[in-house]
Protein backbone atom coordinates (compact mmCIF):
# COMPACT_ATOMS: atom_id res chain seq x y z
CA UNK A 1 0.00 0.00 0.00
CA UNK A 2 1.06 3.37 -0.87
CA UNK A 3 2.39 5.83 1.98
CA UNK A 4 1.19 9.27 1.80
CA UNK A 5 4.12 11.04 1.37
CA UNK A 6 5.76 13.67 -1.14
CA UNK A 7 9.28 14.29 -2.09
CA UNK A 8 9.02 18.20 -2.44
CA UNK A 9 11.47 20.23 -0.63
CA UNK A 10 10.54 21.97 2.98
CA UNK A 11 9.25 25.26 1.78
CA UNK A 12 7.81 24.48 -1.51
CA UNK A 13 4.60 26.48 -2.27
CA UNK A 14 1.23 24.23 -3.86
CA UNK A 15 -0.75 25.47 -6.94
CA UNK A 16 -3.69 23.08 -6.31
CA UNK A 17 -6.32 21.85 -8.97
CA UNK A 18 -8.75 19.41 -9.10
CA UNK A 19 -11.02 17.82 -11.08
CA UNK A 20 -9.56 18.58 -14.68
CA UNK A 21 -11.05 15.64 -16.48
CA UNK A 22 -9.36 16.14 -19.55
CA UNK A 23 -10.19 19.97 -20.02
CA UNK A 24 -6.64 20.34 -21.65
CA UNK A 25 -7.04 24.30 -23.04
CA UNK A 26 -8.30 25.28 -19.46
CA UNK A 27 -5.54 23.32 -17.59
CA UNK A 28 -2.87 25.75 -20.07
CA UNK A 29 -4.62 28.61 -19.36
CA UNK A 30 -4.52 28.31 -15.44
CA UNK A 31 -1.22 27.44 -15.69
CA UNK A 32 -0.37 30.57 -17.53
CA UNK A 33 -2.15 32.57 -15.27
CA UNK A 34 -0.25 31.14 -12.72
CA UNK A 35 3.01 31.68 -14.21
CA UNK A 36 4.40 28.40 -15.48
CA UNK A 37 6.21 28.07 -18.39
CA UNK A 38 3.99 26.77 -21.79
CA UNK A 39 6.51 23.67 -23.32
CA UNK A 40 6.14 24.01 -27.31
CA UNK A 41 3.99 21.11 -27.52
CA UNK A 42 1.37 22.29 -24.91
CA UNK A 43 -1.01 18.70 -25.52
CA UNK A 44 2.29 16.35 -24.30
CA UNK A 45 5.33 18.27 -22.77
CA UNK A 46 5.61 19.43 -19.23
CA UNK A 47 5.09 22.90 -18.14
CA UNK A 48 8.05 24.37 -15.95
CA UNK A 49 6.56 25.67 -12.34
CA UNK A 50 7.81 28.94 -10.89
CA UNK A 51 10.78 28.72 -8.78
CA UNK A 52 10.30 26.96 -5.68
CA UNK A 53 6.45 26.02 -6.56
CA UNK A 54 4.64 22.78 -7.49
CA UNK A 55 1.70 21.87 -8.93
CA UNK A 56 -0.69 19.39 -7.10
CA UNK A 57 -3.79 17.43 -8.65
CA UNK A 58 -6.56 16.57 -6.62
CA UNK A 59 -7.85 13.51 -8.78
CA UNK A 60 -9.98 13.31 -11.73
CA UNK A 61 -7.81 13.77 -14.60
CA UNK A 62 -9.96 11.87 -16.97
CA UNK A 63 -13.47 11.16 -18.45
CA UNK A 64 -15.84 13.50 -19.77
CA UNK A 65 -13.11 16.17 -20.99
CA UNK A 66 -12.35 16.67 -24.76
CA UNK A 67 -8.57 15.60 -24.21
CA UNK A 68 -7.86 12.92 -22.12
CA UNK A 69 -5.03 11.84 -23.73
CA UNK A 70 -3.64 15.27 -23.71
CA UNK A 71 -3.88 15.99 -20.15
CA UNK A 72 -2.88 12.38 -19.09
CA UNK A 73 0.61 12.54 -21.06
CA UNK A 74 1.21 16.12 -19.77
CA UNK A 75 0.42 14.94 -16.63
CA UNK A 76 2.66 12.05 -16.54
CA UNK A 77 5.57 14.05 -17.88
CA UNK A 78 4.93 16.53 -15.29
CA UNK A 79 4.95 13.95 -12.33
CA UNK A 80 8.42 12.70 -13.92
CA UNK A 81 10.10 16.06 -13.73
CA UNK A 82 8.88 16.52 -9.95
CA UNK A 83 7.24 19.28 -11.25
CA UNK A 84 3.76 18.50 -10.57
CA UNK A 85 1.77 15.21 -7.67
CA UNK A 86 -1.27 13.65 -8.34
CA UNK A 87 -3.69 12.33 -5.33
CA UNK A 88 -6.34 9.27 -6.81
CA UNK A 89 -9.95 10.58 -8.04
CA UNK A 90 -12.59 8.12 -8.34
CA UNK A 91 -12.53 8.49 -12.35
CA UNK A 92 -8.85 7.92 -12.10
CA UNK A 93 -9.81 4.40 -10.78
CA UNK A 94 -12.78 3.26 -12.42
CA UNK A 95 -10.26 4.09 -15.75
CA UNK A 96 -7.41 2.06 -13.93
CA UNK A 97 -10.33 -0.81 -13.80
CA UNK A 98 -11.48 -0.67 -17.21
CA UNK A 99 -7.96 -0.35 -18.61
CA UNK A 100 -6.94 -3.62 -16.72
CA UNK A 101 -10.48 -5.45 -18.15
CA UNK A 102 -12.25 -5.81 -15.18
CA UNK A 103 -15.64 -5.21 -15.34
CA UNK A 104 -17.02 -1.45 -15.25
CA UNK A 105 -19.81 0.39 -16.06
CA UNK A 106 -18.99 2.65 -18.78
CA UNK A 107 -21.26 5.71 -17.95
CA UNK A 108 -20.10 8.87 -16.31
CA UNK A 109 -17.83 9.79 -18.98
CA UNK A 110 -15.66 6.58 -18.85
CA UNK A 111 -16.87 5.81 -22.40
CA UNK A 112 -15.23 9.09 -23.22
CA UNK A 113 -11.94 8.20 -21.50
CA UNK A 114 -12.16 4.46 -23.71
CA UNK A 115 -12.98 6.37 -26.75
CA UNK A 116 -10.33 8.80 -26.47
CA UNK A 117 -7.08 5.90 -25.54
CA UNK A 118 -8.63 3.66 -27.89
CA UNK A 119 -6.63 4.94 -31.05
CA UNK A 120 -3.45 5.09 -28.88
CA UNK A 121 -0.85 2.12 -28.86
CA UNK A 122 -1.04 -0.47 -25.97
CA UNK A 123 2.46 1.02 -24.88
CA UNK A 124 0.62 4.70 -24.19
CA UNK A 125 -2.03 2.07 -22.41
CA UNK A 126 0.35 0.51 -20.18
CA UNK A 127 2.48 3.63 -19.30
CA UNK A 128 -0.91 5.43 -18.27
CA UNK A 129 -1.98 1.92 -16.46
CA UNK A 130 1.48 2.34 -14.33
CA UNK A 131 0.66 6.18 -13.76
CA UNK A 132 -3.03 5.51 -12.55
CA UNK A 133 -1.56 2.77 -9.96
CA UNK A 134 0.99 5.18 -8.62
CA UNK A 135 -1.31 7.26 -7.60
CA UNK A 136 -1.62 8.05 -3.44
CA UNK A 137 -4.75 7.92 -1.22
CA UNK A 138 -4.14 11.57 -0.74
CA UNK A 139 -0.86 14.05 0.26
CA UNK A 140 0.05 15.55 3.40
CA UNK A 141 2.40 18.67 2.45
CA UNK A 142 4.06 21.87 4.76
CA UNK A 143 4.78 19.34 7.74
CA UNK A 144 1.13 18.24 8.16
CA UNK A 145 -0.69 21.87 7.87
CA UNK A 146 -1.95 20.82 4.22
CA UNK A 147 -3.69 18.30 3.18
CA UNK A 148 -5.00 17.10 -0.47
CA UNK A 149 -7.65 14.34 -1.39
CA UNK A 150 -9.76 14.02 -4.32
CA UNK A 151 -13.22 14.14 -1.78
CA UNK A 152 -11.44 15.39 1.11
CA UNK A 153 -10.70 13.42 4.32
CA UNK A 154 -11.65 13.32 8.30
CA UNK A 155 -8.57 14.60 10.44
CA UNK A 156 -8.44 10.84 11.64
CA UNK A 157 -7.64 9.61 8.26
CA UNK A 158 -4.63 12.21 7.59
CA UNK A 159 -1.90 10.43 6.84
CA UNK A 160 -3.12 6.82 7.27
CA UNK A 161 -3.23 4.34 4.06
CA UNK A 162 -5.47 1.78 3.91
CA UNK A 163 -8.40 0.19 1.83
CA UNK A 164 -10.55 2.37 3.23
CA UNK A 165 -8.73 5.66 3.94
CA UNK A 166 -8.26 5.39 -0.21
CA UNK A 167 -12.32 4.90 -0.46
CA UNK A 168 -13.18 7.88 1.54
CA UNK A 169 -10.65 10.02 -0.56
CA UNK A 170 -11.71 8.77 -3.65
CA UNK A 171 -15.79 9.10 -2.44
CA UNK A 172 -16.34 10.94 0.43
CA UNK A 173 -18.35 9.82 3.19
CA UNK A 174 -21.89 8.56 2.10
CA UNK A 175 -25.04 6.48 3.48
CA UNK A 176 -27.30 4.80 1.67
CA UNK A 177 -29.05 5.48 -0.55
CA UNK A 178 -29.00 7.67 -3.70
CA UNK A 179 -30.63 11.74 -4.09
CA UNK A 180 -32.88 13.16 -6.55
CA UNK A 181 -30.40 12.36 -9.10
CA UNK A 182 -29.54 8.79 -9.00
CA UNK A 183 -25.94 10.01 -6.93
CA UNK A 184 -24.54 8.28 -3.63
CA UNK A 185 -25.91 10.53 -0.18
CA UNK A 186 -23.17 12.30 0.64
CA UNK A 187 -21.97 13.04 4.49
CA UNK A 188 -20.78 16.34 4.84
CA UNK A 189 -17.52 15.75 7.03
CA UNK A 190 -16.56 19.24 6.53
CA UNK A 191 -19.17 20.82 8.32
CA UNK A 192 -18.10 19.04 11.37
CA UNK A 193 -14.35 19.23 10.08
CA UNK A 194 -12.18 20.38 13.36
CA UNK A 195 -8.54 20.00 12.21
CA UNK A 196 -5.83 22.43 12.40
CA UNK A 197 -4.40 20.83 8.75
CA UNK A 198 -6.09 22.64 5.71
CA UNK A 199 -7.81 20.26 3.60
CA UNK A 200 -7.98 20.96 -0.52
CA UNK A 201 -10.34 18.81 -2.43
CA UNK A 202 -12.89 18.21 -4.88
CA UNK A 203 -15.38 15.63 -6.49
CA UNK A 204 -18.17 17.78 -5.67
CA UNK A 205 -18.67 20.37 -8.32
CA UNK A 206 -19.72 24.11 -6.44
CA UNK A 207 -20.52 27.44 -7.76
CA UNK A 208 -17.81 29.38 -5.51
CA UNK A 209 -15.37 27.71 -3.31
CA UNK A 210 -15.98 28.71 0.20
CA UNK A 211 -14.08 27.91 3.16
CA UNK A 212 -15.60 25.33 5.47
CA UNK A 213 -13.77 24.51 8.70
CA UNK A 214 -9.78 25.14 7.50
CA UNK A 215 -11.76 22.73 4.04
CA UNK A 216 -12.11 24.00 0.72
CA UNK A 217 -13.84 22.44 -2.10
CA UNK A 218 -12.58 23.74 -5.18
CA UNK A 219 -14.24 21.73 -7.97
CA UNK A 220 -15.92 24.34 -10.11
CA UNK A 221 -17.01 21.80 -12.37
CA UNK A 222 -15.42 22.57 -15.71
CA UNK A 223 -16.01 20.01 -17.39
CA UNK A 224 -19.69 20.85 -17.02
CA UNK A 225 -18.97 24.73 -18.51
CA UNK A 226 -18.34 26.26 -15.40
CA UNK A 227 -14.99 26.91 -14.16
CA UNK A 228 -11.34 25.35 -13.60
CA UNK A 229 -10.02 26.94 -10.19
CA UNK A 230 -6.36 26.65 -8.45
CA UNK A 231 -5.51 27.34 -5.04
CA UNK A 232 -2.51 29.30 -4.54
CA UNK A 233 -0.76 27.81 -0.67
CA UNK A 234 -0.07 29.23 1.30
CA UNK A 235 -1.22 32.36 -0.37
CA UNK A 236 -4.56 30.87 0.16
CA UNK A 237 -5.30 32.80 -3.42
CA UNK A 238 -8.10 31.28 -5.64
CA UNK A 239 -7.41 31.67 -9.46
CA UNK A 240 -10.15 30.49 -12.06
CA UNK A 241 -10.55 30.64 -15.79
CA UNK A 242 -13.80 29.37 -17.46
CA UNK A 243 -14.44 26.28 -19.49
CA UNK A 244 -14.66 26.73 -22.87
CA UNK A 245 -17.24 24.37 -23.15
CA UNK A 246 -20.19 21.94 -21.88
CA UNK A 247 -18.29 19.04 -21.98
CA UNK A 248 -20.46 16.82 -20.58
CA UNK A 249 -24.35 17.78 -19.17
CA UNK A 250 -24.47 17.80 -15.44
CA UNK A 251 -27.22 15.43 -13.90
CA UNK A 252 -28.08 17.38 -10.78
CA UNK A 253 -26.96 21.00 -9.86
CA UNK A 254 -24.11 22.79 -8.51
CA UNK A 255 -23.52 23.07 -4.69
CA UNK A 256 -23.00 25.81 -2.58
CA UNK A 257 -20.38 25.88 -0.16
CA UNK A 258 -19.44 21.54 -0.55
CA UNK A 259 -20.58 18.19 -0.36
CA UNK A 260 -22.93 19.20 2.52
CA UNK A 261 -24.30 22.26 0.33
CA UNK A 262 -27.75 22.85 -0.44
CA UNK A 263 -28.19 22.56 -4.28
CA UNK A 264 -27.35 25.69 -6.29
CA UNK A 265 -30.17 27.46 -8.24
CA UNK A 266 -27.93 27.98 -11.03
CA UNK A 267 -26.11 26.02 -13.85
CA UNK A 268 -23.83 26.62 -17.16
CA UNK A 269 -26.56 25.92 -19.31
CA UNK A 270 -28.71 27.80 -17.64
CA UNK A 271 -26.27 31.20 -17.81
CA UNK A 272 -25.35 30.04 -21.41
CA UNK A 273 -29.08 30.24 -22.44
MN1 LIG B 1 -14.75 12.71 -8.47
Not at 154 to 170: D, F, L
Request: charged share 25%; aromatic share 6%; hydrophobic share 40%.
Amino acid sequence: MEMPATKVAPGTRFDIMTDVHGCLDEFGELLERLGYDRPERPDRDPWRPPPGRHLVIAGDLVDRGPAIVGLLRVAMAMVEDGAMSVTVGNHDDKLLRALRGRPVRLTQGLETSLAQLGDERGRFRRRVIDFLASLPSHLVLDDGRLVVAHAGLPEKMHGKTGGRVREVAMYGLTKPGLDAWGLPLRIDWAASYTGTARVVYGHTPVVEPVWSNNTIDIDTGCPFGHRLTALRYPELELVSVPARGVYQEKGGPFRVGGPGGAPADWAPAMQAG
